[in-house]
């Protein structure tokens, strides 16, 4: 079977804005609109591009086209709007009123940028903070857009490095925690990592007023490019590496930050399981309530779940192209396979409940 990313660089083929349900062959919905509880990119076999907003029980309740593969995303607080982000190198992102199932607002990357894929919200839901390329420079940016202002951007942060990433709000409201992947990418080369001996990867803490960098790790080896996380309400990050250097080599790809603490470590699994891993890291997601890390591996066809309170390693779930992780109000985790399927996973047991053969991105994004 094809593997999904190979299969899209394949077969992209670009369409126009969004449409109504109707007219893309979606049968009438199961369930109402305001049932949706999660967004994601997904692709379908021609390679068109669209963002699907799916019920809690798996099934897909609209699907909604886009002119770019889509990535991450994240919800405006106090609002029923989920913002949606083109994946690198992106050029535009999507608002979405995910009640209404419609896109209200495209916002196109500003000159000489474009976007990594990810964002997320001031506690107020007025700012959203976007990591961005300034590709003439090669320096890593967060753009700062005022959504109360339909979505004007009033701010630009320069980051002491190259391709930040993933991106999320504190706890504590005022920090951003930014995956620094360090590979420097220009859109004239597409997807291209065009600095691969000089990396200098990191994960940071910045004040999101000032953009003052108030911790910087360092992974343990300069090709580990940090870029995927999720932060607990006590304010313990959990990252995943993709590894840049030789594929016979078997580096940790898990990091642990407690930022009360500023103690970093990375964690090492049992050498099996760190093999398996393939050296890629696609989507974190972390439970507060039962203190359980997820981590997709797509190449190793599994997800990890860990404590993330003490690094533990508690089990594997065994998924095909597993892609995204987003927790389950039961407890649990929902996974998607990028071959098609989303599944429902208590501990290592995952169930498929959905059953299209759409193919889905890294991520999912809670509404």
């Known amino acids: 079977m094809m593997n999904r990313r190979a299969f899209l660089r394949a077969s992209i083929v670009g369409i126009g804005t969004a449409t109504v349900l109707s007219s893309i062959g979606l049968p009438a919905f199961a369930a109402s609109r305001s049932s949706v509880v999660s967004l994601s990119a997904m692709d379908d076999a021609q390679g068109r591009h669209f963002i699907a907003g799916i019920n809690r029980q798996g099934a897909i309740v609209y699907r909604l086209p886009v002119p770019e593969q889509g990535h991450g995303g994240c919800r405006r607080p106090f609002a029923d709007e989920v913002v949606m982000f083109s994946k690198r190198p992106g050029h535009s992102f999507q608002v979405i009123d995910f009640r209404a199932g419609r896109i209200i607002q495209q916002v196109d990357t500003v000159k000489d940028h474009h976007f990594y894929g990810h964002g997320s919200f001031s506690p107020d839901g007025d700012l959203l903070y976007v990591t961005a390329n300034h590709y003439p420079s090669g320096g890593g940016r967060i753009l700062v857009y005022d959504a109360s202002r339909d979505y004007q951007r009033v701010g630009n942060f320069e980051l002491d490095g190259i391709g930040p990433h993933e991106i999320r709000l504190h706890p504590d409201g005022n920090a951003l925690v930014v995956a620094l992947g360090g590979i420097l990418t220009h859109p004239d080369y597409d ?10 990867p990191a994960l940071l803490l910045i004040d999101r007023e000032s953009g003052r960098i108030l911790q910087r790790h360092e992974p343990s080896h300069h090709q580990l490019s940090c870029r995927h996380l999720d932060v607990s309400k006590e304010g313990i990050v959990v990252a995943g590496y993709q590894f840049e250097g030789p594929e016979w080599e078997t580096p940790p790809l898990i990091a642990r930050l407690d930022t009360r603490t500023a103690t970093f470590a990375e964690i090492v699994l049992p050498d099996k399981q760190q093999e398996r891993l393939h050296n890629y890291i696609a989507s974190v997601a972390l439970d ?80």
Request: hydrophobic share 40%.
């Open 288 to 367: 507060s309530t039962s203190h359980i890390a997820a981590l997709t591996a797509p190449r190793g066809n599994r997800a990890i779940l860990l404590n993330y309170l003490s690094g533990q390693h508690i089990d594997t779930v065994e998924i095909a192209d597993v892609a995204g992780a987003l927790t389950d109000q039961q407890q649990g985790f929902i996974f998607t396979s990028g071959l098609g399927g989303i599944y429902r996973s208590r501990q290592s047991n995952a169930v498929r409940i959905e059953n299209s053969e759409m193919l889905w991105d890294n991520h999912l994004t809670s509404t």
């Open 191 to 200: 997807r291209l990592k065009l600095n691969i001996p000089d990396m200098q």
